[in-house]
């Protein structure tokens, strides 16, 4: 008699060879993902607060918009990404990132305490902290010492680790404002008792274009710090990393990273 002829040999034998293939390595579930759609979506913080400008921020039409997210923006266009934006608080990102809750976040190696635990695309833009004054105060330095007696005002609660020993000695004083916007209102109208603003350039370049400021600040040519400016990506997504560095490459290589950065410069 054949063995197959028994309905429930088959079956047996129908088992085993199931299970053989779901033992395979080539189709473990860890292996693929459990949800095809999954594997092409982005989420993407753009920050809460309004934004930072020019980087991620909404506009009055609540359209996004800036550079970090018309990069990525076009990274999920020709790598046939869904893109979904995301307004969550700085102290919670590191371990949404981590935890794969958060694809992507606009981020430096330097403002996070554990980088490691994240993957680091190229870098897209330096992020330059400088000082702006008026243009008829024109404040340039070149060490530190050359700010003495001088009075800065900066973000509240943010830490400059140049200017940080200064501040606590009083050798420079230190007045906090809660946003650029109102910083540089600050230097226009109390001249005589604020000498510059520490300013990200690309933050304050936008907000003077923005708010039609004209020609009125000048930025000091030494910088306070600069770092680079980049995507944090999730660990799970190596994929992901490696297309957003390879559209960024494609977007350094023909002009238009530089074209981007352009429209949002005065």
């Known amino acids: 008699m054949n063995f197959f002829n028994h ?3 088959r079956a047996v034998l129908l088992a085993v060879i199931a299970q053989w293939f779901l033992l395979s390595p080539s189709v473990h579930a860890q292996d693929a993902p459990a949800n095809a759609s999954e594997s092409r979506l982005i989420r993407f913080n ?15 039409h609540n359209q996004p918009q800036g550079i ?31 935890a794969g809750d958060v694809e992507v976040v606009p981020l430096a190696k330097e403002w996070t305490d554990a980088p490691t635990q994240f993957l680091w695309s190229k870098p897209v833009i330096p992020h330059r902290d400088v000082i702006f004054s008026l243009r008829d105060r024109n404040l340039q330095f070149k ?11 900066v ?6 680790p140049l ?9 420079i004083e230190r007045q906090e ?16 008792r604020v000498d510059g603003a520490v300013i990200n350039e690309m933050v304050g370049l936008w907000l003077i274009k923005e708010k ?21 990506v999730t660990p799970q997504r190596k994929q992901l990393l490696a297309d957003i560095d390879a559209v960024l490459q494609e977007l350094k290589d023909s002009g238009d990273l530089q074209e981007i950065i352009a429209r949002y410069q005065p």
């Open 212 to 232: 039609r400021l004209g020609n009125k600040f000048v930025l000091s040519e030494q910088d306070v710090s600069t770092v680079w400016y980049r995507f944090a």
């Open 46 to 60: 753009m920050s809460d607060g309004g934004g930072f400008p020019p980087f991620t921020y909404y506009d009055e």
């Open 68 to 98: 970090m997210y018309e990069v990525l923006a076009t990274v999920a266009s020709r790598r046939n990404y869904q893109l979904k934006l995301m307004a969550l608080p700085r102290k919670r990102l590191d371990s949404m990132l981590a």
């Open 163 to 171: 200017l940080d020993p200064y501040f606590e000695e009083g050798l």
């Open 177 to 192: 404002d809660y946003s650029e916007s109102i910083m540089l209102s600050h230097l226009l109208k109390t001249p005589d």
């Open 155 to 160: 973000r509240f609660g943010y830490h400059y």
């Open 7 to 9: 309905p429930w040999r």
């Open 143 to 153: 060490k530190v010492d050359e700010l003495v007696g001088m009075t800065l005002v």
